[in-house]
């Protein structure tokens, strides 16, 4: 072991280090700060919906089935199968589906993540 | 540098004039056709004229009637291929493990999925699949159906005790502390110091490759993306510049940049990942505690440009999908600007800490000779003297038109590859504040058809842990008929059987994360 | 008679509970230094700031299943740990902790080379517990652990007999009440050399490599589960408090400190807290400030480096104290 002419950093660095504030985001007390075009849960706008069904058929993970509502043909998205590509917003021709940044999606009910469609699903459902 | 301006095609033609058909500008530089074992003499040929002749990847394929073995070369300035093919009732090969070494991962896996048999391999079994595939069934041709496939359970195996009392073979995984994925490998020690390892890969095998032939282009992109969770976006990038090969598209220049952008940032956190991950094995974890702490504003600016942390979901066929706004250009330079301040820090420890000198200097040393013969690719490449990078030898995207050295160094131990990446880090934040500074303005999309006509193209980048490899063949269709993918780590795991052997049991942590690997990679 | 001041010191104070109790409060100072050195927080929601975290962590250890290989030793699998453990709060009992030790008469002349002893019978049944797993990991860790305490403890006894020395007498409580001044500034060389050897004792970085999780997955902790590893984990804590306090006796006068009112069992006490965190702190830095070294560095280290030292060290005291220090002090 022969000594250096210079010695490590870490040494004064792990003394400073015991000063100043962590670097750790205290959640879920402290949320983090999301930019505005997160990918998070799909928000779903049933007017502008013509039922063409290209989102069905475009989706990588096979996570939306087109299902009768009200005597039309509208998409059911599964977000437990969904991979948040956003691929349909991108699809869809009529700009139906946009992003949020709900991203707490976690539920010990498997059957919260189906998200059914009627007038106007809002982030959160 | 000596054999940079060998014209390989020449050699090749002067040598084997009549016996093989050359078509230039397919698959590369060009594509050999022979038959008969004639694939051997041309290897022979090639590995004479340019010693940093080494075997990029094998695709097999299945064409109906015979099956396909494509050999895919890259010499100091050329990328050819070599075609061979064999019939389906009778599939014999010669190997070329005899002639490049770096050959026999490859030579295994074909055999594996598609059933080609490569007569004189020194070590034929079972690569990617399980012991309980059934016997005769390869999963890669036409006929074999994913969903139809029985496992049985292999029979039972008397385990073989070794014949030295003092010889004890250790198993490292699947599961183990030490790997973050599962892989096996055998580790014969003698005292504290190893003989022989043997690895058995295959845990992480999704079956990719077979995968991408039942779903469309468009969907595909997001499958190969998650082949690996660490590099998605060159997976996704090699994949969408080999179709629009096939396509033959122009992608703006606008776009052009923004994937370079998005490519450099995934390398950042990849080499930021692995510089911490290195001190964790050795016992070091304040150092990855505090790598790990500058990683994060780079996932929060990948965040800021793609909408994800870790899928940045942004290339499509005919360009990106979305813009950079100009609003987040400040953010994205203080940050860098953040990091690029930090590293002299981190390349003092490396410089001065003793206790990370005895652990990292002059172990698992790869000499350069070993390097050229075993093919491998990216840093481990890099630190041992050869120069190889996708880069600088055939630039893709903007990277013709944006300056960056190329770091070699020459010890060629665990040290020097993290040195390489160290550096690379610096280059990154160079090359993204560059690209940033010169952006084209004009569209970032084209549009591109859903149905690829018939065809074939090979591409290859750097992704931060080498040279990474893929081969598209489309038949008009939305479907594509065949993806070949090989990723790095597949090329750098022979390296590791070879410097893991006459060192201490306890620097094997240190010497396999030093090779970076990714598993999810290997397997697919 | 039964002597309930004596029962009263045994089990509660200085005793068996306050023994207990001060390892989980260092677990848990060391935890938050070695999180805060790291940039981060530490233990933070079991409790304010995280204080009953370790308490929290052996009692989760002790309501998990208790599996025991078929293979195992039973007796010596079982048992290993709970006596490992038991020893080293016996040997810590001979500390003077409040002014004087927990069986006020059990200091003798002599005593120090004892508790060192009962190290070495605490360490070897550690290696015992891990040899007795049948497992490669469980052997591999072991045979680890014995050639590094064994290598380590001819360092650490020449290095303890220097304050000793100095003092005159081989009893702890001799030696921790006639510090006037601290054997620290008498013996600097020495106090260094007794925490390095002492690392290695405890087995912390740079010299953690029994513990090395990704290379030996757990050592001799391997197939330990449930009651078992708790009593492990609480047998390796309750040893670095002991090496800590030793520490603190040979080298930094013991409980002894300024009376400043009241009671003086209550400020010997306190000093004897408070110079215990400092060692504490001390060696929680070295550990996080530096890489594991392998198995052949440490080896080559002791043998090479420690252990001559340690013999020169005894000798420049040797000389000091029988020439210069009656001069000057």
Same mark, same amino acid.
């Given at each position: ?24 985001? %205290? ?44 005597? %039309? ?42 998200? %059914? ?9 | ?65 015979? &099956? ?27 190997? !070329? ?25 020194? #070590? ?15 999963? &890669? ?24 009392? =003092? ?138 440009? #793609? ?65 050229? =013969? ?54 990154? !934040? ?62 750098? !795991?022979?390296?590791? &059987? ?21 598993? #999810?990679?290997?397997?697919? | ?103 006020? +008469? ?12 009962? +190290? ?53 409580? +001799? ?32 010299? $953690? ?86 198995? $052949? ?33």
């Amino acid at each position: 072991m022969a000594k250096k002419s210079r010695v490590s950093p870490m040494f004064k660095r792990a003394v400073s280090h015991i000063f100043t504030k962590p670097a750790t985001t %205290k959640y879920p007390f402290v949320k983090p700060q999301l930019p505005d075009d997160f990918r998070g849960q799909q928000v779903y706008d049933i007017k502008l919906c013509i039922s063409c069904g290209l989102c069905s058929r475009d989706c990588p993970a096979k996570a939306i089935e087109m299902v009768e509502v009200e005597g %039309k043909r509208r998409p059911q998205f599964k977000l437990d199968q969904c991979i948040f590509c956003y691929q349909c917003a991108e699809s869809c021709p009529r700009n139906a589906i946009k992003s949020s940044v709900f991203y707490e999606l976690a539920t010990t009910d498997k059957s919260s993540l189906v998200i %059914k469609p009627h007038a106007s699903v809002q982030k959160g459902e | 540098m000596p054999n940079s301006n060998i014209d390989i095609i020449n050699v090749i033609e002067s040598k084997l004039k009549d016996k093989v058909q050359i078509q230039l500008g397919q698959l590369g530089k060009a594509a050999i056709v022979t038959n008969d074992g004639l694939h051997r003499d041309v290897l022979k040929a090639m590995v004479e004229a340019d010693e940093k002749t080494a075997v990029s990847a094998i695709t097999g394929l299945d064409l109906g009637a015979n &099956l396909g073995v494509l050999y895919h070369i890259r010499t100091s300035n050329a990328f050819l291929t070599i075609r061979a093919e064999v019939p389906k009732d009778n599939p014999k090969i010669q190997t !070329i493990t005899d002639i490049i070494p770096g050959a026999v991962f490859h030579e295994l896996e074909v055999a594996d999925l598609l059933g080609v048999v490569f007569e004189g391999h020194p #070590s034929p079994g079972h690569f990617v699949l399980s012991e309980y595939w059934p016997q005769g069934v390869y999963p &890669l041709r036409k006929d074999v159906k994913a969903n139809e496939i029985k496992l049985n359970p292999p029979p039972p195996e008397e385990a073989k005790q070794p014949e030295d009392e =003092k010889v004890v073979k250790i198993i490292i995984g699947p599961q183990h502390p030490a790997l973050l994925e599962p892989e096996k490998f055998a580790v014969t020690v003698d005292g504290e110091t190893v003989t022989k390892v043997e690895p058995r890969i295959g845990y992480v095998h999704r079956g990719i490759e077979k995968a991408t032939e039942s779903r469309t282009y468009l969907q595909d992109v997001y499958l190969v993306e998650r082949i690996c969770g660490i590099c998605n976006s060159i997976h996704a990038c090699s994949f969408v510049e080999t179709v629009e090969k096939i396509l033959k598209t122009d992608v703006p220049p606008r776009a052009k940049y923004l994937r370079v952008v998005a490519l450099e940032l995934n390398r950042l956190h990849s080499h930021l990942l692995t510089l911490g991950h290195a001190g964790l094995e050795i016992g070091y974890e304040t150092l990855f505690q505090y790598f790990w702490r500058d990683r994060e504003p780079i996932m929060d600016l990948i965040e800021l440009t #793609s909408g994800n942390r870790v899928y940045s979901s942004l290339m499509t066929v005919g360009g990106v999908r979305r813009d950079l706004k100009d609003s987040d250009i400040p953010k994205i330079k203080a940050t860098l600007e953040d990091l690029r301040n930090k590293l002299p820090f981190y390349r003092q420890v490396y410089e001065d800490e003793p206790s990370l000198k005895m652990r990292m200097r002059n172990v698992g040393i790869l000499k350069r000779e070993d390097a050229l =013969k075993l093919c491998v690719v990216g840093p481990v490449a890099r630190g041992s003297g050869v120069d190889i990078d996708v880069r600088k030898d055939e630039p893709y995207e903007a990277y013709g038109e944006i300056p960056f050295k190329e770091i070699v160094y020459t010890a060629g131990d665990t040290w020097s590859r993290m040195n390489v990446r160290m550096d690379e880090v610096e280059e990154s !934040i160079n090359i993204i504040e560059y690209a940033i500074d010169h952006l084209p303005t004009g569209p970032f999309r084209v549009k591109a058809p859903r149905v690829v006509p018939a065809g074939e193209a090979v591409n290859r980048v750097e992704a931060p842990r080498g040279e990474l490899f893929y081969y598209v063949k489309s038949n008009g269709t939305v479907f594509p008929d065949r993806v070949k993918v090989r990723t790095p780590t597949f090329a750098n !795991i022979p390296a590791f &059987l070879k410097t893991a052997i006459g060192e201490n049991i306890a620097d094997i942590p240190p010497n396999f994360v030093s090779l970076d690997p990714c598993f #999810s990679c290997t397997d697919r | 008679m039964i002597d309930f001041d004596l029962i009263f010191r045994i089990l509660v104070f200085p005793g068996f509970t306050f023994i207990l109790l001060l390892t989980l409060f260092c677990d848990w100072v060391e935890r938050k230094i070695e999180a805060r050195i790291q940039n981060r927080v530490g233990p933070m929601v079991a409790g304010p700031a995280g204080i009953l975290q370790p308490l929290a962590d052996f009692i989760k250890l002790l309501t998990k299943e208790d599996i025991e290989p078929r293979d195992a030793k039973k007796t010596v699998f079982k048992f290993a740990p709970l006596l490992a453990f038991t020893i080293m709060v016996f040997a810590t009992c001979f500390l003077p902790i409040d002014g004087s030790s927990v069986l006020s +008469v059990s200091g003798f002349n002599g005593d120090l080379i004892v508790i060192l002893a009962f +190290v070495t019978i605490a360490n070897f049944l550690l290696f015992l517990s891990g040899w007795a797993s049948c497992n490669p990991y469980g052997a591999i860790g072991s045979a680890r652990v014995l050639t590094q305490f064994l290598g380590y403890d001819i360092p650490l006894f020449l290095l303890a007999l220097t304050p000793a020395f100095i003092a005159g007498s081989l009893s702890i409580a +001799v030696i921790a009440s006639s510090q006037v001044i601290p054997f620290i500034i008498l013996a600097p060389w020495a106090f260094v050399l007794f925490i390095i050897t002492m690392q290695a004792e405890l087995e912390k970085d740079p010299f $953690d490599i029994p513990h090395a999780d990704s290379e030996v997955v757990g050592g001799l902790e391997t197939e330990y589960t449930g009651g078992k590893l708790a009593f492990l984990h609480l047998t390796r804590d309750v040893q670095i408090v002991f090496g800590s306090a030793l520490v603190v006796e040979l080298f930094l006068g013991g409980p002894y400190g300024p009376v400043l009112f009241g009671f003086s069992v209550f400020w010997y006490s306190l000093w004897f807290v408070l110079k215990l965190l400092a060692v504490v702190i001390i060696t929680e830095y070295i550990t996080t400030v530096f890489a594991r070294l392998r198995i $052949d560095q440490v080896l080559s280290a002791n043998w090479k480096i420690i252990l001559p030292a340690a013999v020169l060290s005894l000798m420049l005291t040797v000389a000091l104290v029988t020439w210069i220090y009656p001069m000057v002090v």
